[in-house]
T-cell receptor
Framework: DGGITQSPKYLFRKEGQNVTLSCEQNLNHDAMYWYRQDPGQGLRLIYYSQIVNDFQKGDIAEGYSVSREKKESFPLTVTSAQKNPTAFYLC?????????????????FGEGSRLTVL | AQSVTQLDSHVSVSEGTPVLLRCNYSSSYSPSLFWYVQHPNKGLQLLLKYTSAATLVKGINGFEAEFKKSETSFHLTKPSAHMSDAAEYFCVVSDRGYGNKLVFGAGTILRVKS
């Protein structure tokens, strides 16, 4: 079945360590996104990519990095510079950037990765 | 700037009774509006979307929402709650005037009592 796979589902990190969260999609979508979710705050956009080898900062990009070397993959690295990394991270994709040419597209989400800093 | 306000952080209903989750938005142009549902420790799933067609939008699992421009609202309703509806619901706005960026509300947790 087509979908988005995030791994690992749970991850523990010591302070000062970088960690990378994996996101793979087989939906043949052009656009991919990383969101951070904290209780009572909704979702906040970290980074997004509309095409291979290109990505843009979202609202809270500081302390994070991404790459988009393949259409199917959009890994997120949480660096030691991220002050408060404990959160639930969601990856999403869409067939075209929301609102691309005509109307916003639907976002398809993975099941998330929960990162806890010890 | 565009924004979304979900008026209730928690809503509790009894099984079989109606559901109302309230959402107000702010946008200077012509918005598109979405409702997504999230079950615990899962990703989000689209329930329904409004994109300038019919103002009453029907979604999956018996949910519907009505776009009211005069009230800047997009409330989510369901005639009869089911236990499986217990989840968190997010109202989302997107507007071409703001580069089609998606803005998420803070979420409403729906509890369904048996």
């Amino acid at each position: 079945d087509g979908g988005i796979t995030q791994s690992p589902k749970y991850l523990f990190r010591k302070e000062g360590q970088n960690v990378t969260l994996s996101c793979e999609q087989n939906l043949n979508h052009d656009a991919m996104y990383w969101y951070r979710q904290d209780p009572g705050q909704g979702l906040r956009l970290i980074y997004y990519s509309q095409i291979v080898n290109d990505f843009q900062k979202g609202d809270i990009a500081e302390g994070y990095s991404v790459s988009r070397e393949k259409k199917e993959s959009f890994p997120l690295t949480v660096t030691s510079a991220q002050k408060n990394p404990t959160a639930f991270y969601l990856c999403a994709s869409s067939m075209q950037p929301p609102g691309g040419v005509s109307q916003p597209g639907e976002l398809f989400f993975g099941e998330g990765s929960r990162l806890t800093v010890l | 700037a565009q924004s979304v306000t979900q008026l209730d952080s928690h809503v509790s209903v009894s099984e079989g009774t109606p559901v109302l989750l309230r959402c107000n938005y702010s946008s200077s142009y012509s918005p598109s509006l979405f409702w997504y549902v999230q079950h615990p420790n899962k990703g989000l799933q689209l329930l329904l979307k409004y994109t300038s067609a019919a103002t009453l939008v029907k979604g999956i699992n018996g949910f519907e929402a009505e776009f009211k421009k005069s009230e800047t609202s997009f409330h989510l309703t369901k005639p009869s709650a089911h236990m499986s509806d217990a989840a968190e619901y997010f109202c989302v706005v997107s507007d071409r005037g703001y580069g089609n960026k998606l803005v998420f509300g803070a979420g409403t947790i729906l509890r369904v009592k048996s």
